[in-house]
């Protein structure tokens, strides 16, 4: 009963330096999202995706890209990672963005960059 | 622009007190209000789901209403245990994805 999983769940990276964070659901969902929160500011969405290959901008997308090559896996990658994407990464994911069904997130992805 | 406003910010209460957090958004166009809970350093778990076309849902000793016309939410917890400490989360379904709040951390002392 896996649910959402994100890996990994602990990362520190150099300003410039690249990487990519694993989302993978085994519920079958056709909605997915990356959101990252910061103290005092929530959380907020970054890009999200409503089916394989596609995938949409959110309200904090700058500095980041996704793909949703397989329907269960949702990738965000950081090009080239700057102090300011310190943050704590969720993914999450629902059957539908429109229906009302409940949202399911992973244990979330804590990143430094130094 | 949707937003989401939950007040207080913080809350301290002792043991076996019953409690009430609030949760405001702007439009009341919304499909469903989700209720979450999270603990210092983990992920977000949902507590309760409320569809737009209800008024309330109830899971233990919670209880959560929707007023959707007024753009309000509560979480009504019962008889507060330490356990309950965390914060705790409101987000609106408006359109593609869940809108947040900033969270309540709520504080129960034995």
């Known amino acids: 009963n896996a649910g959402v999983t994100q890996t990994p769940k602990f990362r520190v990276l150099k300003t410039g330096q690249s990487m990519t964070l694993l989302c993978a659901q085994d519920?079958?969902?056709?909605?997915m999202y990356w959101y990252r929160q910061d103290p005092g500011m929530g959380l907020r969405l970054i890009h999200y995706?409503?089916?394989?290959?596609?995938?949409a901008k959110g309200e904090v997308p700058d500095g980041y890209n996704v793909s949703r090559l397989k329907k269960q896996n949702f990738l965000l990658g950081l090009e080239s990672a700057a102090p300011s994407q310190t943050s704590v990464y969720f993914c999450a994911s629902s059957y539908s963005g429109r229906l009302s069904t409940e949202a399911f997130f992973g244990q979330g992805t804590r990143l430094t960059v130094v | 622009k949707q937003e989401v406003t939950q007040i207080p910010a913080a809350l301290s209460v002792p043991e076996g007190e019953n409690l009430v957090l609030n949760c405001s958004f702007t439009?009341?166009?919304?499909?469903?209000l989700q209720w979450f809970r999270q603990d210092p350093g983990k992920g977000l778990t949902s507590l309760l789901l409320i569809q737009s076309s209800q008024r309330e849902q109830t899971s233990g000793r919670l209880n959560a209403s929707l007023d959707k016309s007024s753009g309000r939410s509560t979480l009504y917890i019962a008889a507060s245990q330490p356990g309950d400490s965390a914060t705790y989360l409101c987000?609106?379904?408006?359109?593609?994805?869940?809108?947040f709040g900033k969270g309540t951390t709520l504080s129960v002392s034995s």
């Open positions: 439009d009341s166009a919304i499909y469903n």
């Open positions: 519920m079958n969902h056709e909605y």
């Open positions: 995706s409503v089916g394989e290959g596609t995938t």
């Open positions: 987000a609106v379904k408006a359109g593609t994805a869940l809108i």
